[in-house]
């Protein structure tokens, strides 16, 4: 059978694209289909415009700092507009960058959604069919809003880098990395942030001292961390509600100094599971992710989903349908830009290059761009004491930066080390720069290193991160 594509790409993300372009090196004839902007979740709505406002809310505790250091320099307000329109521009820049790289490898770009016909037809929404031997699914994921009465009136991570203004106050439902990288991002900015989470702890999953260190500085920062607490239900404000309730801002002259008090009202009142009922600027929802399978064709396909709207897939990201394969988000493994990537190089290297490669999930580095920083690696503590017998290195304390101006910020350096074997299982680290410093302590790590070869290892000083080499005894065994 003769078909249009060796290879059809569904989604113009970061692992569609990487895959696309290295299936087309190796003479592949490749076709690619995006319905919205290429980039992805990562470039277009995630991890770049994310950072770029990580570094923007930083400046407001430099200004102390640099005044402690000497510079007499004074705050100022910050300025919403200038900082997204060049943010935009800077989005622009990196879609054009990839569309480029798209057509210098010879793959053919498509602007329209594609969904699944039959294991080699793909139905375009300009009504045409194609056919490939090769189809890989990259879809990606989408914010998760809660299914209540007013959510329609919140918004996602999606939404919050198109606001036309930035609010003076919202509420961040979620506990997970997003709700509390927005949290922090936000107060940082001069919003007033209240964040609830209806679990004991936010960031679940990783490990708990670290955890509770973030959620305890994150406090002392500003943001109103409202733990065990949920939403009992939201609307519209009302002239009344504004006038009786609380608002998630300061208050001038009597009224809210962010809510416009106007005959339709203005704002979203939110009564809590706490009790309390107050008016926000905004709701921001960052409760879960789904993968992007809705309307897809993947059944009528034969592609076999899971609970969670998933494609489900074998080691070699094939689903099965022998000829439709699928990485990244949609098959909701690891949700992890870096992860997709890898998992395209892989499908190219197992369908084109003839040579089966499964893409390994196992110490993973990543890190939570919260303020400050969680950077991790391995498992944490809980998960390895319910393993084997563990010995845990950690210290905390200021860091000189900090410490000279004035600041209370602390540092956490926790490594995880098997008892029998010595090896380092885990690598735990809160502070400034902790992703930069994870990503170096990841190679180790996934090389097998163990205490003693961190042990061997001569100092940088003066470093925060020389601590992770000097901890020489342990400070508990499970």
Same mark, same amino acid.
């Given at each position: 059978?003769?078909?249009?594509? %060796?290879?059809?790409?569904?989604?113009?993300?970061?692992?569609?694209?990487?895959?696309?372009?290295?299936?087309? =090196?190796?003479?592949?004839?490749?076709?690619?289909?995006?319905?919205?902007?290429?980039? !992805?979740? /990562?470039?277009? $709505?995630? /991890?770049?415009?994310?950072?770029?406002?990580?570094?923007?809310?930083?400046?407001?505790?430099?200004?102390?700092?640099?005044?402690?250091?000497?510079?007499?320099?004074?705050?100022?307000?910050?300025?919403?507009?200038?900082?997204?329109?060049?943010?935009?521009?800077?989005?622009?820049?990196?879609?054009? #960058?990839?569309?480029?790289?798209?057509?210098?490898?010879?793959?053919?770009?498509?602007?329209? $959604?594609?969904?699944?016909?039959?294991?080699?037809?793909?139905?375009?929404?300009?009504? +045409?069919?194609?056919?490939?031997?090769?189809?890989?699914?990259?879809?990606?994921?989408?914010?998760?809003?809660?299914?209540?009465?007013?959510?329609?009136?919140?918004?996602?991570?999606?939404?919050?880098?198109?606001?036309?203004?930035?609010?003076?106050?919202?509420?961040?439902?979620?506990? !997970?990395?997003?709700?509390?990288?927005?949290?922090?991002?936000?107060?940082?900015?001069?919003?007033?942030?209240?964040?609830?989470?209806?679990?004991? +702890?936010?960031?679940?999953?990783?490990?708990?001292?670290?955890?509770?260190?973030?959620?305890?500085? @994150?406090?002392?920062?500003?943001?109103?961390?409202?733990?065990?607490?949920?939403?009992?239900? @939201?609307?519209?404000?009302?002239?009344? %509600?504004?006038?009786?309730?609380?608002?998630?801002?300061? @208050?001038?002259?009597?009224?809210?100094?962010?809510?416009? +008090? %106007?005959?339709?009202?203005?704002? #979203?009142?939110?009564?809590?599971?706490?009790?309390?009922?107050?008016?926000?600027? +905004?709701? &921001?929802?960052?409760?879960?992710?789904?993968?992007?399978?809705?309307?897809?064709?993947?059944?009528?396909?034969?592609?076999?989903?899971?609970?969670?709207?998933?494609?489900?897939?074998?080691?070699?990201?094939?689903?099965?349908?022998?000829?439709?394969?699928?990485?990244?988000?949609?098959?909701?493994?690891?949700?992890?830009?870096?992860?997709?990537?890898?998992?395209? @190089?892989?499908?190219?290297?197992?369908?084109?290059?003839?040579?089966?490669?499964?893409?390994?999930?196992?110490?993973?580095?990543?890190?939570?761009?919260?303020?400050?920083?969680?950077?991790?690696?391995?498992?944490?503590?809980?998960?390895?004491?319910?393993?084997?017998?563990?010995?845990?290195?950690?210290?905390?304390?200021?860091?000189?930066?900090?410490?000279? =101006? !004035?600041?209370?910020?602390?540092?956490?350096?926790?490594?995880?080390?098997?008892?029998?074997?010595?090896?380092?299982?885990? /690598?735990? #680290?809160?502070? %400034?720069?902790?992703?930069? &410093?994870?990503?170096?302590?990841? #190679?180790?790590?996934?090389?097998? =290193?163990?205490?003693?070869?961190?042990?061997?290892?001569?100092?940088?000083?003066?470093?925060?991160?020389?601590?992770?080499?000097?901890?020489?005894?342990?400070?508990?065994?499970?």
């Amino acid at each position: 059978m003769t078909f249009d594509y %060796d290879l059809f790409v569904i989604g113009g993300g970061s692992g569609g694209v990487r895959a696309a372009r290295v299936a087309s =090196a190796t003479g592949a004839k490749v076709a690619l289909a995006e319905e919205y902007r290429m980039g !992805g979740t /990562c470039v277009i $709505r995630g /991890c770049v415009p994310k950072k770029l406002m990580v570094f923007a809310s930083g400046y407001s505790e430099m200004f102390d700092d640099a005044r402690s250091y000497g510079w007499d320099v004074q705050d100022g307000p910050f300025d919403w507009t200038k900082f997204s329109g060049k943010m935009n521009a800077e989005l622009n820049r990196l879609e054009g #960058i990839y569309r480029k790289l798209l057509d210098g490898s010879d793959v053919e770009i498509i602007d329209a $959604r594609a969904k699944l016909k039959d294991p080699h037809t793909v139905t375009l929404s300009t009504g +045409q069919d194609v056919t490939a031997k090769h189809i890989l699914v990259a879809t990606g994921g989408r914010p998760v809003v809660p299914d209540m009465p007013g959510s329609e009136l919140g918004i996602t991570s999606n939404d919050i880098f198109l606001l036309e203004d930035m609010p003076k106050s919202i509420l961040i439902v979620g506990g !997970g990395y997003i709700a509390s990288e927005f949290a922090g991002i936000l107060n940082g900015l001069g919003v007033a942030v209240t964040q609830f989470y209806r679990g004991a +702890q936010i960031l679940r999953g990783f490990d708990d001292e670290a955890r509770g260190l973030v959620a305890e500085r @994150m406090r002392e920062k500003g943001v109103d961390l409202h733990l065990g607490t949920n939403i009992v239900e @939201m609307r519209a404000a009302t002239a009344d %509600d504004l006038a009786g309730v609380q608002t998630g801002v300061p @208050m001038e002259g009597g009224k809210p100094a962010s809510l416009r +008090q %106007d005959s339709a009202g203005h704002g #979203i009142w939110v009564k809590s599971t706490n009790g309390t009922e107050k008016v926000y600027d +905004q709701v &921001m929802f960052a409760t879960g992710r789904a993968p992007n399978t809705d309307d897809m064709g993947l059944q009528a396909a034969g592609v076999e989903v899971g609970r969670r709207g998933e494609i489900v897939v074998d080691e070699y990201s094939q689903t099965a349908v022998p000829s439709i394969y699928a990485i990244g988000d949609v098959t909701n493994r690891v949700q992890l830009t870096p992860v997709a990537i890898r998992e395209g @190089m892989a499908f190219v290297e197992t369908v084109f290059k003839g040579n089966p490669t499964a893409v390994d999930h196992e110490l993973i580095p990543s890190a939570v761009f919260t303020q400050p920083e969680l950077g991790t690696v391995g498992l944490t503590e809980e998960q390895a004491r319910d393993i084997e017998p563990i010995e845990v290195y950690a210290t905390s304390f200021k860091p000189m930066n900090h410490a000279f =101006a !004035g600041r209370d910020d602390r540092v956490l350096m926790k490594l995880i080390v098997s008892q029998a074997t010595r090896k380092v299982l885990g /690598c735990h #680290i809160v502070a %400034d720069h902790a992703g930069e &410093m994870i990503q170096l302590a990841g #190679i180790a790590v996934k090389m097998g =290193a163990t205490k003693e070869d961190f042990d061997r290892t001569v100092a940088v000083h003066p470093t925060m991160a020389e601590e992770l080499v000097t901890m020489k005894e342990p400070v508990r065994t499970a």
